[in-house]
């Protein structure tokens, strides 16, 4: 089974397809549609042949479909017959998720991705179960977002943002008792040294979790099932 993996983000989308090992980029941004991914991905995988498709979806997913629309991008997603525009099954998670299942290594794994948002999932004995952390009340009426995601580190800095990813990684880690905690996202990066009890992940993983997806316990629906 030759796995397509798409990988939707704020700025861009990457394109990865088992077997091969290079990797494609190619922008997103505010104006784009489930139609003009279609356009895109089609495009920039011309040649390319693929069984199955996978995509990691910036935002909530529910029974394997997006349930809100994107934030960072234009609307048309929820509702969309992704599998009628591909011909082919396809698989849908929240992007965090499926960085979150392809970092994962052992045990009990917290994924949180720092990025324009905060994406958050995790992995226990295989299983995925994704999150939505990133809007729960944190403090002065902000979110735990408002303060360690993209706007969190413009309006207070690197160091006082560091100092909130620490805490909420400590707090989280403890509340959901994980083993380990990997922090993805783009902001990540930022970070001057790692909390203690994380590591630093690789954006890369969400391509390998987009594999995993088809061969790994994911979440399916309102209970666990293998697939």
Do not use: C
């Not at 997103?28 to 991914?37: A, N, V």
């Not at 009340?137 to 943002?161: A, F, I, S």
């Not at 993805?184 to 987009?210: D, E």
Request: net charge positive; aromatic share 8%.
């Amino acid at each position: 089974m030759i796995i397509l993996v798409i990988d939707i983000g704020g700025t861009s989308m990457k394109i990865g397809v088992s077997g091969r090992d290079d990797r494609l980029k190619i922008p997103s941004g505010p104006k784009l549609t489930p139609d003009k991914m279609m356009v895109g991905v089609n495009e920039a995988t011309k040649g390319w042949k693929h069984d199955v498709v996978s995509i990691g979806y910036p935002g909530p997913v529910v029974g394997g479909k997006p349930a809100e629309e994107p934030k960072n991008l234009a609307s048309g997603w929820v509702g969309f017959d992704f599998e009628k525009a591909f011909g082919k099954p396809v698989r849908i998670v929240n992007d965090a998720a499926m960085q979150a299942l392809g970092s994962y290594r052992r045990g009990r794994m917290l994924f949180l991705g720092l990025g324009t948002g905060l994406g958050s999932a995790l992995v226990v004995e295989g299983i995925l179960q994704p999150m939505e952390l990133a809007h729960l009340p944190y403090r002065n009426d902000r979110t735990y977002e408002d303060y360690v995601g993209l706007r969190g580190y413009e309006r207070l800095g690197k160091k006082k943002w560091q100092l909130h990813v620490e805490k909420v990684v400590e707090l989280f880690k403890h509340s959901l008792q994980a083993d380990y905690v990997i922090l993805g996202g783009g902001q990540a990066k930022r970070l001057n040294g790692l909390p203690p009890g994380a590591q630093l992940g690789n954006n890369t993983n969400a391509i390998v979790g987009g594999f995993r997806l088809w061969s790994q316990p994911v979440w399916q629906g309102d209970q666990h099932e293998p697939v």
